[in-house]
């Protein structure tokens, strides 16, 4: 069983940056990919970035490549996004997830493919 724990949310101002930290604990083979979603407002989970612990399968959505950057150390079971240049429709709760298994393009775009959810943090940008 896996635990996560998110932080590093907050209120910035439109232009600013943050970086997402999420803590993962238990097995790290549970763990293999881990990643990040948002959900905005009244709209339905959307999936950001993974990475598997290999450094492999990096994989982004269109949405946020040119902004938002994951990262990962292995030697604390940490992933980390990056979230630079931060836009007012960026205001939601950031997700941490995890899952043993491997995914590739659009298939880690799916919620169901994700064993863990952390709680979520949230990220206000304001105009």
């Known amino acids: 069983q896996v635990q996560l724990e998110e932080s590093g949310g907050g209120l910035v101002q439109a232009g600013e940056s943050l970086r997402l930290s999420c803590a993962a604990s238990?097995?790290?083979?549970?763990?293999?990919?881990m990643g990040w979603f948002r959900q905005l407002p009244g709209q339905e989970r959307e999936f950001l970035a993974v990475?598997?612990?290999?450094?492999?399968?990096?994989n982004y959505a269109d949405s946020v490549k040119e902004r938002f950057i994951l990262s990962r150390d292995n030697t604390k079971n940490i992933v980390y996004l990056q979230l630079n240049a931060l836009r007012p429709e960026d205001t939601a709760v950031y997700f941490c997830?995890?899952?043993?298994?491997?995914?590739?393009?659009?298939?880690?775009?799916?919620?169901?493919?994700?064993?863990?959810w952390g709680h979520g943090t949230q990220v206000t940008v304001s105009s």
């Open positions: 990475v598997w612990m290999s450094g492999d399968g990096l």
């Open positions: 997830v995890a899952t043993p298994h491997v995914c590739s393009e659009h298939a880690c775009y799916a919620t169901t493919m994700y064993k863990y």
């Open positions: 238990g097995p790290p083979y549970e763990a293999y990919t």
